[in-house]
């Protein structure tokens, strides 16, 4: 990490945070945002992100992201940028590590599939279940439930991806702020907006690098798309006998060191134009000042909609997210039904049941979902 002598003057400080909800002696050993990185390490939710998938079910290949491995890539960007930039890279990196905490397995086709559930009971949103798995959930602590991680750690987890302006907002997050304001209305300190566009490159480029392996579209596919064609002609020019493997890692690392460089001269600029001489001051501002160059910003559109339709939406994928609604679907009907198969401690502590079953359900991994299924529904067929 930056030294205080090499941080600038609006990144965060952990001797200045605001703190912890529940007042804790500081480490003897350990800056303030390095306990709660190690706090989310440590946390069971933390550890079933090994079996949670981003696009590929978990038993699809070994060798395809999960929401572990691209967690722990979002954290090396972040504090790449953040190296450069002069801000706090323990603060991103217990960020980027904590920001998927709340998804539910099987990827977004989970999280669509449970969000229409719990549309009667005020929905269900992976950010406000991520605040809602560290502040309550993971219960590891004897004096607090959560984990009582720094107010900068619960704030960039909640806006990362900028002002919280949902009217009415996600249950979780209304729960938890009116005991502990987040000040939702303003965008979050310049680590928490770092991890945001870490997480974009991250996801983007393992995308190309997964798809690629699975050969859901091809190379002279994505030599289609303006940013990565020049990489792809650049590399077939100076190497000619590449294997696959090699061309797909090549291609991927430029496109990621492309995009970290856009962000990190973008953002000198902005943040050298916004006269800011503290954190506060960014979060006074009513723009960002991480992000893409227009430009990029142009070109990472035209790729994300390549990867929405090669990708996303490819039979293979599709089926997929069916079956995965299917499961959530299921499961969900029968833990409303028999709240019982839920046991004593699953969910929290809330009597409101369908709000257990959601906590439930969306601490599950893919292998215990498909378990659970299989000997609920499966079996009995």
Known sequence: MASPETLTPYASRPEMSRGRLFAESE???RTAFQRDRDRIIHSAAFRRLQYKTQVFVYHEGDHYRTRLTHSL???????????????NEDLAEALALAHDLGHTPFGHAGEDALDRLMQPHSGFDHNAQALRVITQLEHRYADFAGLNLTWETLEGTVKHNG?????????ATAEYIA????ELATYAGPEAQVTALADDIA??????????RAELFSADDLAQVPLVAPVLAGLRRRYRDLSREQLVHETVRRLIGAMVNDVI????ARLQRSGAQSVEDIRALSHPVVAFSVTMAAAQKVLKAFLNNHMYRHPRVNCMTEKAGRVVSDLFGLYMAKPQHLGA?????TPDTPRRVADFIAGMTDRFALEEHCRHFEQTA
Not at 179 to 182: I, S
Not at 203 to 210: A, E, G, K, L, V
Request: hydrophobic share 35%; aromatic share 2%; proline share 6%.
């Open 27 to 29: 480490s003897a050993t």
């Open 73 to 87: 890539e979002v954290a090396q960007i972040a504090r790449s940028i953040c190296r450069a930039l002069g801000l």
């Open 163 to 171: 002002p919280v302006l949902d009217d009415p907002l996600p249950l």
């Open 179 to 182: 005991r502990h304001n987040l």
């Open 203 to 212: 996801y983007d480029n393992h995308d190309i690098d997964d798809g690629l």
């Open 265 to 268: 001269v973008e953002s000198r």
């Open 345 to 349: 401690t699953r969910g929290g502590d």
